[in-house]
């Protein structure tokens, strides 16, 4: 199969009419194959002389028009310029070009063209993707930035703004010095600043990393002023620098409330996202041991409501690949992990809380998750820059699920690959139980919030109110007579299994016994129907030998 490669200059109106021709010509023959391609008018010349000193060709007009074989390789054949072409095209298929003026506007519309794809890339290469830091010295960020390179966002250049405060400048340096002997091709720069707001002043993804350790704090009300403290000031130097189409990505262990209190002090974004993806990794990890599948095959598990929170991970809507059960199919095919798992209470009995989980890690490894958190970000930026079918993140709430409006809740959603629009799936079954879950969750944010503000009289009146919002079970009445519900019929159902099973057994074991007592009567019976015939041959072998003596006797007698 051949393929002709068609260069010209932009402008050039028989690079128009060759442009056309081979357009017809691949159009009406599908074995006819065309490469096209512009060369601005500075840069023609010096292409020309290249390519023909490559090859040992003579040209010197525009376009040039050659013949190569697919996939073969090697030097093409040279055909020459447009006559050329256009004889071979009216020898061999029977096709002409057009010409005149239809001819002249498509050079122009060639030459906008190609002047507008110049100026795209000349974008790309100098305009890179920005990524501002905000709390950079995190060890997480060490994780984190590498990722970003190698590859992501079709390999554009990446710049880095690492922003923290002057305390945290050698570990912000020694990032830098490991970002730029990375050497990959995608690296553009790296800043370093303590001042957020130009930090943030024109990036394209803004990731606050929280300097939030909840195990300083003994009780929830330093927590939660703390956490006002820390977004406020963020807030305030950022909400004039940032645009609105700038992503606000916020991870750490009070991020839902952080997103409300950045709404609260007027940061005008509708791109403010929470990581919510550490605790579905930790779902998979688990889930994928005990079905024996890798994690990639686990996928669609939800994070609900607030996060880091016991339990709030669940796979009630998670699908399964390649997992060897009852019904096992090709490896495109998926089954609910709830059929997968047989076990009702999984989530329930295997789910740790985020800090559990973290004190386990740091007492092995003396650091905290920094890899597997840094990995959840990845995946969070990586989704909304590619899109998603299927993702778990907080986001504003809008009333679904009979939420709070502003309230930052974590929901399963997809993301439009093109637009980068988030929306909440709501077309998804949910339990009575996930329904409770999240409306608790809710309140919860929203008297933490209250709480943060100091909207509440007193500390002993904050804390109440956080204890009588609180998401769990125990604390829940109407879940808590749900669950009391289906426990006492669980055990009813227990209850009368037992019982027939001891009526049945009691029912066998009487039937055994009537059948022993048969047995035994019908040996009796045997025993004693053998006993009479022994008589019976006794007495008649005793009359035989009576009968003979008394026939010896009367013989004796004669």
Same mark, same amino acid.
């Given at each position: 199969?051949?393929?002709?490669?068609?260069?010209?200059? *932009?402008?050039?109106?028989?690079?128009?009419?060759?442009?056309?021709? /081979?357009?017809?010509?691949?159009?009406?023959?599908?074995?006819?194959?065309?490469?096209?391609?512009?060369?601005?008018?500075?840069?023609?010349?010096?292409?020309?002389?290249?390519?023909?000193?490559?090859?040992?060709?003579?040209?010197?007009?525009?376009?040039?028009?050659?013949?190569?074989?697919?996939?073969?390789?090697?030097? @093409?054949?040279?055909?020459?310029?447009?006559?050329?072409?256009?004889?071979?095209?009216?020898?061999?298929?029977?096709?002409?070009?057009?010409?005149?003026?239809?001819?002249?506007?498509?050079?122009?519309?060639?030459?906008?063209?190609?002047? !507008?794809?110049? #100026?795209?890339?000349?974008?790309?290469?100098?305009?890179?993707?920005?990524?501002?830091?905000?709390?950079?010295?995190?060890?997480? /960020?060490?994780?984190?930035?590498?990722?970003?390179?190698?590859?992501?966002?079709?390999?554009?250049?990446?710049?880095?703004?690492?922003?923290?405060?002057?305390?945290?400048?050698? *570990?912000? !340096?020694?990032?830098?010095?490991?970002?730029?002997?990375?050497?990959?091709?995608?690296?553009?720069?790296?800043? &370093?600043?303590?001042?957020?707001?130009?930090?943030?002043?024109?990036?394209?993804?803004?990731?606050?990393?929280?300097?939030?350790?909840?195990?300083? %704090?003994?009780?929830?009300?330093?927590?939660?002023?703390?956490?006002?403290?820390?977004?406020?000031?963020?807030?305030?130097?950022?909400?004039? *620098?940032?645009?609105?189409?700038?992503?606000?990505? &916020?991870?750490?262990?009070?991020?839902?409330?952080?997103?409300?209190?950045?709404?609260? %002090?007027?940061?005008?974004?509708? =791109?403010?996202?929470?990581?919510?993806?550490?605790?579905?990794?930790?779902?998979?990890?688990?889930?994928?041991? !005990?079905?024996?599948?890798?994690?990639?095959?686990?996928?669609?598990?939800?994070?609900?409501? =607030?996060?880091?929170?016991?339990?709030?991970?669940?796979?009630?809507?998670?699908?399964?690949?390649?997992?060897?059960?009852?019904?096992?199919?090709?490896?495109?095919?998926?089954?609910? $992990?709830? +059929?997968? $798992?047989? $076990?009702?209470?999984?989530?329930?009995?295997?789910?740790?809380?985020?800090?559990?989980?973290?004190?386990?890690?740091?007492?092995?490894?003396?650091?905290?998750?920094?890899?597997?958190?840094?990995?959840?970000?990845?995946?969070?930026?990586?989704?909304?820059?590619?899109?998603?079918?299927?993702?778990?993140?907080?986001?504003?709430?809008? @009333?679904?699920?009979?939420?709070?409006?502003?309230?930052?809740? @974590?929901?399963?959603?997809?993301?439009?690959?093109?637009?980068?629009?988030?929306?909440?799936?709501?077309?998804?079954?949910?339990?009575?139980?996930? #329904?409770?879950?999240?409306?608790?969750?809710?309140?919860?944010?929203?008297?933490?919030?209250?709480?943060?503000?100091?909207?509440?009289?007193?500390?002993?009146? /904050?804390? !109440?109110?956080?204890?009588?919002?609180?998401?769990?079970?125990?604390?829940?009445?109407?879940?808590?007579?749900?669950?009391?519900?289906?426990?006492?019929?669980?055990?009813?159902?227990?209850?009368?299994?037992?019982?027939?099973?001891?009526?049945?057994?009691?029912?066998?074991?009487?039937?055994?016994?009537?059948?022993?007592?048969?047995?035994?009567?019908?040996? #009796? *019976?045997?025993?004693?129907?053998?006993?009479?015939?022994?008589?019976?041959?006794?007495?008649?072998?005793?009359? +035989?030998?009576?009968?003979?003596?008394?026939?010896? =006797?009367?013989?004796?007698?004669?």
């Amino acid at each position: 199969m051949a393929k002709y490669v068609i260069y010209g200059q *932009a402008d050039c109106p028989n690079y128009a009419r060759a442009e056309l021709l /081979a357009d017809d010509l691949s159009f009406n023959l599908p074995d006819f194959k065309v490469h096209k391609e512009t060369i601005s008018q500075d840069k023609w010349q010096m292409f020309l002389e290249e390519i023909c000193k490559k090859n040992g060709w003579t040209h010197n007009t525009s376009p040039l028009i050659y013949r190569e074989l697919v996939d073969r390789g090697g030097n @093409g054949t040279y055909l020459g310029d447009f006559k050329a072409f256009q004889t071979v095209a009216k020898h061999w298929y029977g096709f002409d070009d057009i010409v005149g003026e239809e001819a002249q506007n498509i050079a122009k519309e060639n030459l906008e063209a190609h002047l !507008q794809l110049e #100026k795209d890339r000349m974008k790309e290469h100098t305009e890179p993707v920005k990524f501002a830091i905000i709390g950079a010295g995190n060890p997480v /960020a060490y994780q984190l930035l590498p990722l970003f390179l190698g590859g992501f966002f079709d390999k554009k250049p990446k710049s880095f703004v690492l922003c923290d405060t002057n305390d945290k400048f050698d *570990a912000l !340096q020694g990032v830098q010095m490991e970002l730029e002997d990375l050497s990959v091709d995608d690296y553009h720069s790296t800043l &370093l600043t303590d001042n957020m707001t130009s930090a943030v002043t024109s990036a394209d993804y803004v990731i606050i990393l929280e300097d939030i350790d909840a195990l300083k %704090y003994e009780e929830c009300f330093s927590l939660l002023h703390y956490t006002n403290e820390f977004y406020k000031s963020i807030a305030e130097s950022i909400k004039g *620098a940032i645009s609105t189409s700038t992503k606000i990505v &916020l991870s750490g262990y009070k991020a839902c409330v952080g997103a409300q209190l950045l709404k609260y %002090y007027d940061v005008k974004s509708d =791109n403010i996202t929470v990581v919510m993806t550490l605790d579905e990794q930790r779902v998979r990890s688990k889930l994928s041991k !005990q079905l024996q599948v890798h994690p990639e095959d686990i996928s669609q598990i939800t994070v609900w409501g =607030n996060v880091p929170l016991t339990d709030s991970a669940r796979t009630t809507l998670g699908q399964v690949k390649n997992h060897l059960g009852s019904l096992t199919g090709p490896p495109w095919h998926s089954k609910s $992990v709830s +059929e997968a $798992v047989v $076990v009702s209470d999984w989530d329930t009995a295997n789910m740790e809380d985020k800090t559990t989980r973290d004190t386990e890690i740091m007492s092995k490894c003396e650091r905290g998750p920094f890899m597997s958190t840094a990995l959840a970000i990845y995946r969070h930026i990586h989704a909304l820059v590619n899109g998603s079918d299927f993702f778990t993140m907080g986001i504003e709430s809008k @009333g679904e699920f009979d939420t709070d409006h502003g309230v930052f809740l @974590g929901v399963p959603v997809s993301i439009d690959e093109e637009t980068g629009c988030v929306k909440v799936k709501q077309d998804v079954e949910l339990s009575e139980e996930i #329904k409770e879950l999240i409306r608790l969750q809710n309140n919860q944010l929203i008297v933490e919030k209250q709480i943060a503000l100091s909207e509440h009289e007193d500390i002993s009146t /904050a804390l !109440q109110k956080l204890e009588e919002a609180l998401w769990r079970v125990v604390v829940t009445p109407s879940l808590g007579r749900q669950l009391e519900d289906t426990e006492a019929l669980r055990i009813a159902a227990e209850e009368e299994a037992r019982i027939a099973a001891e009526k049945q057994a009691i029912e066998e074991e009487k039937k055994r016994q009537e059948e022993e007592a048969i047995r035994e009567a019908e040996a #009796k *019976a045997a025993a004693l129907l053998a006993d009479d015939k022994d008589d019976q041959m006794e007495e008649q072998v005793e009359t +035989e030998e009576t009968d003979g003596q008394d026939q010896e =006797n009367e013989d004796e007698d004669q």
